[in-house]
């Protein structure tokens, strides 16, 4: 199990690399921790309901210019 300030590194890691190769980036951890408090479920490590339903939408939003 990974804690928070490793996720953070691996992520910080990722987005170094992800934006030096111009892969777009779709940061669903900053979506959850806006809210994290409705978004996470009572084990605080899955989303709820309401997580699964804002990271969908942000997924959608997303890719949504890439379809049209």
């Known amino acids: 199990v990974l804690a ?10 990722a ?7 111009g892969v777009p980036i779709n940061d669903l951890d900053e979506v959850v921790w806006k809210n994290y ?10 989303l709820s309901t309401a997580g699964q339903l804002a990271c969908a ?3 959608a939003n997303r890719i949504r210019p890439a379809l049209a």
Not at 4 to 13: F, Q, R, S, V
Not at 15 to 21: A, D, F, Q
């Open 57 to 59: 939408h942000a997924v």
């Open 4 to 13: 928070n300030g490793e996720i953070d590194e691996y992520n910080d890691a």
């Open 37 to 46: 408090g409705a978004f996470l479920s009572g084990d605080q490590l899955h």
């Open 15 to 21: 987005r170094t690399l992800m934006e030096s190769e």
